[in-house]
């Protein structure tokens, strides 16, 4: 009997974005995650429960797009199809002080459940423990949506939520990063069913995630106890203003503030490889897209503000609802500023670069790259790319976490001497990139 494809391959080729689509749909629970050395969460099939269906293969985003998704491509991939585009915020105090940036996510999410347009919301929470680590939860009031506020920026298997949504769950409204709407549109387009258990959708603008190794180095960096419980907000402006600095905190209450510029400064060092071959960086399949609005004028620079990105019908609705009984407070804007200010154009290019290294290596391309390669041209510098690629990929090459930490701490201070007294911050940023690719180099050489 011939075997279908499984998950598997799509783990060894690195194109696993850990969406949690294969899980979902898997009717033997043959799948479980696991953390790599270099901090990448994969599924892992038990082939003895395996029935060899081949369906977690047909859901998974990292390397396929259903039928529906091809089908219903935007024109410009990168930029998407918008019906509006506004700034703003939460009107809600206590929701808007405890938000990443204006709150609109939250606001929207509460404001459906207090209107009963749903009855729940896919959120993230970030869970203390040793280390902390993200858990997948359905919001059913504004306490828990409080709760899953700011964003986490590591891999989460969130569509495993649709295994356990029983029958009188329905309908949610489903946050998530790119990778996460397109294996929930793969699902759906395989198992129409579920379609009425969606409301709606909000996209999170997402340049990438960074591996659970990111989160182990800020730990680490704190000197906390790791003994005790301890949580982490990658970009929390109660303490420093917005936009905010990493905060780790732990259970018998020491707190430890990190510059954002540390965080700005490792991001290529835990940047998994399936980011950087990804093209939707606006979430283009969500009914609305939310994010940080950079580059824009006017806005609150000092207590934040969102930035929302109106898609659909349905997300017209919901924002229009919202703004009607003054649950946000927003204003409109050119989604062309949007788009410059999120930098589109550098990152078009920075994607076709990308996927033009990931061909170089041999490695095989998301069945969308055809209908997407035509709208990004190819970049004038092509040398960082290929270098930067295999690095991601060689993450796991290192002899153990702590290595890996070791060595990125070790380079970051050195980058940070040379930028004190020689160099601006573009150069030492290509001094750590060259400095953690050499190591690297040694290590898969061993």
Not at 264 to 283: E, L, Q, V, Y
Not at 367 to 381: D, F, G, L, T
């Amino acid at each position: 009997m011939n075997k279908n494809q499984n998950i598997s391959q799509v783990v060894t080729q690195k194109l696993c974005n850990t969406c949690g689509a294969c899980f979902a749909v898997c009717t033997s629970e043959a799948i479980k995650y696991q953390e790599t050395v270099g901090g990448y969460y994969f599924p892992v099939v038990d082939t003895e429960a395996c029935k060899d269906c081949g369906l977690c293969y047909s859901v998974c985003p990292g390397i396929n797009f259903s039928d529906g998704l091809l089908k219903y491509m935007p024109t410009n991939p990168f930029t998407g199809q918008t019906l509006s585009a506004f700034v703003g915020r939460s009107t809600d105090k206590k929701l808007f002080d405890n938000s990443q940036s204006g709150g609109i996510v939250s606001a929207l999410l509460v404001h459906a459940l207090e209107t009963g347009r749903i009855k729940g919301a896919v959120t993230v929470t970030m869970e203390a423990g040793t280390p902390p680590r993200p858990l997948v939860k359905i919001a059913k009031n504004s306490h828990e949506i409080f709760c899953a506020q700011k964003s986490k920026y590591c891999p989460v298997p969130l569509l495993g939520f649709l295994r356990d949504l029983k029958k009188g769950d329905g309908p949610v409204a489903m946050v998530g990063v790119s990778c996460q709407i397109h294996g929930l549109h793969n699902i759906l387009d395989k198992i129409p069913k579920l379609k009425n258990k969606i409301a709606f959708t909000v996209g999170l603008v997402c340049e990438r995630v960074m591996t659970y190794a990111a989160l182990d180095f800020f730990v680490e960096r704190s000197k906390i106890d790791k003994r005790t419980k301890v949580l982490l907000h990658y970009k929390d402006k109660f303490l420093s203003g917005y936009p905010g600095n990493v905060h780790v905190f732990s259970s018998n209450g020491n707190s430890v503030i990190i510059p954002s510029s540390v965080r700005h400064g490792i991001k290529d060092s835990f940047t998994p490889a399936r980011c950087k071959i990804c093209f939707d960086k606006m979430n283009v399949f969500s009914d609305i897209t939310v994010g940080d609005p950079h580059g824009l004028e006017g806005v609150d620079r000092k207590l934040g503000e969102s930035m929302l990105v109106v898609r659909t019908k349905i997300g017209q609705e919901i924002v229009e609802s919202a703004k009607a009984d003054a649950a946000i407070d927003i204003r409109p804007i050119e989604y062309g500023q949007v788009l410059k200010g999120q930098g589109i154009s550098k990152k078009k290019e920075q994607w076709r670069g990308y996927v033009e290294a990931w061909k170089q290596l041999g490695r095989e391309l998301p069945n969308y790259y055809a209908q997407v390669k035509n709208h990004a041209s190819a970049p004038a510098e092509k040398k960082k790319f290929l270098p930067d690629l295999e690095y991601s990929l060689n993450l796991d090459a290192f002899a153990s976490r702590e290595e890996l930490i070791r060595i990125v701490e070790k380079a970051v201070r050195k980058s940070h001497i040379v930028n004190r007294l020689l160099f601006p911050a573009r150069l030492t940023k290509r001094i750590l990139r060259k400095l953690l690719n050499l190591v690297v180099c040694k290590t898969t050489r061993m």
